[in-house]
């Protein structure tokens, strides 16, 4: 089930320059970069409350990330809504006729399972959903 809204993620070709707008010129506190060898980008965390602001780069020109940047140039790239069933949200989805873009999740950055809506079965937004790893009993 989706549980809420996970992130808001910026495209960029020049990721210490948006870093360096996000964290001194806005003011917002960085809590880390990561590289995400599955999407072929490097992504830096920006939290606020209830949410973060994702940067997302390509990784050595390659990826999703670098042929939208190229398409459309940098902005708005996605949202993100955190679920506690991933498979059971693709499934019930999927019943409903959405699209995505891979077949099964992957590995997301923080240890995520993450799977994309293919925009063009939700009215022009790219949807991610992604599942936090849980907690050991």
């Known amino acids: 089930m989706i549980t809420g809204l996970d992130h808001i993620a910026i495209a960029t070709d020049d990721l210490q320059a948006a870093i360096k707008r996000f964290l001194e010129d806005f003011g917002i506190p960085l809590a880390g970069t990561e590289v995400v060898p599955t999407e072929s980008t490097s992504t830096a965390f920006f939290?606020?409350?209830?949410?973060?602001?994702?940067?997302?780069?390509?990784?050595?020109?390659?990826?999703?990330?670098?042929?939208?940047v190229a398409k459309r140039g940098p902005g708005l790239h996605h949202i993100c809504f955190s679920t506690d069933d991933i498979e059971g949200d693709i499934e019930r989805l999927r019943a409903k006729?959405?699209?995505?873009?891979?077949?099964?999740?992957?590995?997301?950055?923080?240890?995520?399972?993450?799977?994309?809506?293919?925009?063009?079965?939700?009215?022009?937004?790219?949807?991610?959903?992604?599942?936090?790893?849980?907690?050991?009993?």
Not at 47 to 68: C, F, K, M, N, Y
Not at 109 to 137: C, D, M, N, W, Y
């Open 47 to 68: 939290p606020l409350p209830g949410t973060r602001i994702e940067l997302v780069a390509p990784l050595d020109g390659q990826g999703p990330i670098a042929a939208s």
């Open 97 to 137: 006729g959405y699209r995505f873009t891979s077949d099964a999740p992957k590995p997301g950055a923080h240890g995520t399972r993450v799977i994309f809506l293919h925009p063009k079965s939700t009215g022009g937004v790219l949807i991610e959903l992604a599942q936090h790893p849980t907690e050991p009993a």
